[in-house]
């Protein structure tokens, strides 16, 4: 159970370009699922939460036009990385708040490179 | 913001022998926990989490917590290879979880 998965898992987009990543919760609904960027060797860093049918919370110093956060059902929460540029390229990890406490069950991650 | 403290690391054990990793967190109120373990270049995966004072046991895994003196540590026992990554420990902080930075385990054959 508690199973999240992310799609694509590895995206190649040239510089300017806008790029969408998937996460889904495949057997349980979260209403609340977490959008984390991590560079190599480096912490997690949460971006924003997203939550069901309202607008996403951003983290200070995230430019919420640059990464739009659509949360449009339980299951499915996408980010958007608009006009992407070399320094947005990143490992991307979506997580989905579960129904204990408040465990977060991670997606595996989206490697996205901006040439 | 919660601030959760661990032992960057690198923490080397042989193969077979107990690889202890600590945690101390900043807020006293906290009353969950939980340990996560991501492997290089993976996304962070929930192994454990615990509630209650005391011992959790799940497999290898032992988790150990002291509301009192506000740490939490993971044992892992009979340590294999495949035990080396990067341990996260974490708290909720509001609706989100705070993480600490990490303790990165290798564990020699």
């Known amino acids: 159970g508690a199973v999240v998965s992310q799609h694509p898992s590895r995206v190649i987009c040239k510089s300017g370009t806008s790029v969408k990543i998937e996460c889904r919760s495949l057997?349980?609904?979260?209403?609340?699922m977490f959008w984390y960027r991590q560079f190599p060797k480096q912490s997690l860093m949460l971006m924003a939460t997203?939550?069901?049918?309202?607008?996403?919370?951003?983290e200070q110093g995230v430019e919420k036009d640059k990464f739009l956060i659509n949360h449009a059902s339980l299951t499915l929460s996408t980010l958007t990385v608009t006009s992407a540029h070399p320094e947005d390229s990143s490992f991307y990890i979506c997580?989905?708040?579960?129904?204990?406490?408040?465990?977060?069950?991670f997606g595996p991650g989206t490697r996205l490179t901006v040439l | 913001q919660k601030e959760v403290e661990q032992n960057s690391g690198p923490l080397s054990v042989p193969e077979g022998a107990i690889a202890s990793l600590n945690c101390t967190y900043s807020d006293r109120g906290s009353q969950s926990f939980f340990w996560y373990r991501q492997y290089s270049g993976k996304s962070p995966e929930l192994i454990m989490f615990?509630?209650?004072?005391g011992d959790k046991e799940d497999g290898r895994f032992t988790a150990q917590l002291n509301k009192a003196s506000q740490y939490v540590s993971l044992l892992i026992r009979d340590s294999q290879p495949s035990d080396s990554a990067t341990y996260l420990c974490a708290v909720p902080d509001d609706y989100k979880l705070s993480f600490g930075a990490g303790t990165t385990v290798t564990v020699r054959a």
């Open positions: 997203s939550n069901e049918g309202s607008k996403a919370t951003y």
């Open positions: 615990i509630y209650s004072n």
């Open positions: 057997d349980f609904q979260a209403t609340t």
């Open positions: 997580s989905a708040r579960g129904l204990v406490a408040d465990t977060q069950y």
